[in-house]
């Protein structure tokens, strides 16, 4: 008897040559039964060891058996396909949009002024080359093969679950304090339609602090200016807070405003990826728009070069200090997005023969590239507000992510037509953050869907889940919007970055390198770029290279330094040195992303059976479900069975199977 997939193509092959009225002559063979028939010996058809007639036609002619009902089974659940992107560029410009960031506008420039100039950029490109790339590519590559979410793409290593779990609480931590920043350029764009400018030289309210006329316009021995005083007394109110124990009320301007961004969010996310997919071609773009516009006019003021300079030139004696390469590793990690789930999620909608390492070096490139073309907007203003006070670059601004909130304000302030810039820029800002934010988001969302598959079947069932996760955020996210919410939007910033994202990165290397295996891993890529060019196969060997020796030991050292440096060095932020039980409270939250390591490797192990050498060997072994992919390319599905237990083969016939249809002996009657 062929096979039952044998039996639809021969049918359907046949069909047109059989007579009207006349079955098919594979239709005539049972499903079910076990043809001995062949060309030369025809046989009676055996069913469970019974012979069963060859001219039985009706209910009457019945084997001698009782037939047993059966009862219905329930219909399978409707399999629903997983959503792919609309086009290669949309999860090309996703990326682009969700890497390049408000960290490349006020994160990259202000660790850049934070640690000595040029100097940073040393350590910046050697962890990218040697740690971020190779990682994003990683992170690609796992979301795409396994079409899945942070947590459930760890069907290729069940005991590493815990990978994916500590993703999602660093995307929780980002994504709690990240829209804060977008309700801070909310404010600014609002303020913006004024004219002039609250923050400029031109209105009345600064025209002391303009002329040096009053005496309480000072601070650690320099001039503060107008755009200084609106930042810490308008919008932070940080000087009504004594330190981090000493929160105050929420500022209500900035709670309307971060209601209104998390409203933002909810309503691009309510469709996933369809929508945002489309959004992605003004937001991801319109920036560098801005970006060209600010260079070329901060290159036309007086003082520029100082500060272009101050940015170039880089300071040796830092490269010592372990608070620069933490500051690199975490800028690398934070800017291109590793070890937030994002990646994953996004790669996890590709069409299975997606070019991921193409896409890999495009978005890797286009990112940094991107941060070092926006410093030079940073520190060209820089250099013109150094001149027109007559200080040191370095003693300009603030240190803190209030240096977009500072120097780019009276930049704009000295352009023609402000009010238009600024809203222009401020704009900008929203874009990128809105991008980013969508990113860590679809991580969250992404993992809960992959887990409760009953969300995706039900639109209104996902929105509500949408809609109270960003109640939530909003509700805990107003911490951070009073009087002395920047200290806890510094602690929150300064620990869900650090170590935890490097240990987590770190076991994700590990743990795809040497549990599930380079080797396939490698081969699980070549597979996913049919038409692989030589040069993918070149540059394959050097990641092969990076994820066995280089990043891991890199990484490695990188993590002992920041433990030294954390354990050594005070935090704070401007004059304000946090107390020991904040930091110990940042601690925790770093500790709590990482823990979720070996909590899950420890339920994964018992969950398995046998010795403790048996269930580790199980628990690192991938489930049958693992090589799956819901669509490829052209449209076909490749799914693999689960795990069947060999048992005697027995039918139940009932009386439907005698009646409907007419069992002949293979000759037509």
Known sequence: MKPLSQQCIAHSGKESDSKPGEMSEEAKVAPGYTDTTTPDQQNPVQLNGLTLAHDVTSSTSQPPFESQPTTPASPPEPYLPREQWGGKYEFLLSCIGYCVGLGNVWRFPYLCYRNGGGVFLIPYFIMMFVTGVPLFLMELSLGQYGAAGPITVWKCCPLLKGIGIGMLCVSTLVCLYYNVIIA????????????????SCEALANVALCGNMTSGNRSAGRTLSPTEVFWNERVLGVVNSKGLH???????????CLLAAWIIIFLCMIKGIRSSGKVVYVTATFPY?????????????????????????????????????????SQIFYSLGIGFGGLLSMASYNKFDNNVIRDTLVITIGNCSTSFFAGFAIFSILGHMAWKKGVPVGKVADTGPGLAFVAY???????????????????????????????????????FVDEFPQLRANLKHKSLFLALL???????????????????FTLIDSFSTSFGLIIITLFMCIGISFFYGVNQFCQDILDMICRCPPWCSKVLLYFKACWVFCTPFLLLFILTYVFIEMYRTPLRYGSYVFPLWGKALGVCMGATCCLQIPIWAIVAICRESGTLKDRFKKSIRPLNSWRVNDLHSDGT????????????????????????TTWEDGTDT
């Open 184 to 199: 801070w350029t909310f404010y600014y764009l609002f303020s913006s339609f004024q004219s002039p400018l609250p923050w």
């Open 289 to 329: 728009f801005v970006l060209i516009v600010l260079i070329i006019r901060g290159a036309t003021l007086e003082g520029s070069l100082q500060g272009v300079a101050f940015y170039l030139t880089p300071d040796w004696e830092r490269l010592a200090r372990a608070q620069v390469w933490n500051d690199a590793a």
């Open 246 to 256: 000493d929160p105050g009320p929420v500022r209500w301007p900035l709670a309307l």
């Open 470 to 488: 960003c109640f939530v955020f909003y509700l805990m996210g107003l911490l951070l919007i009073t009087d002395g919410g920047i200290y806890w």
């Open 409 to 447: 304000p009276e930049a704009l302030a000295l352009l023609p037509g402000s009010v238009f810039w600024s809203i222009l820029f401020f704009l900008m800002l929203f874009m990128l953050g809105v991008d980013t934010l969508f990113g860590n988001m679809e991580a969250i969302t992404t993992a």
């Open 637 to 660: 599905e490749e799914r693999v069975e689960p795990e069947r237990i060999e048992a005697p083969f027995t039918v139940n016939l009932t009386d439907f199977d005698f009646t409907a």
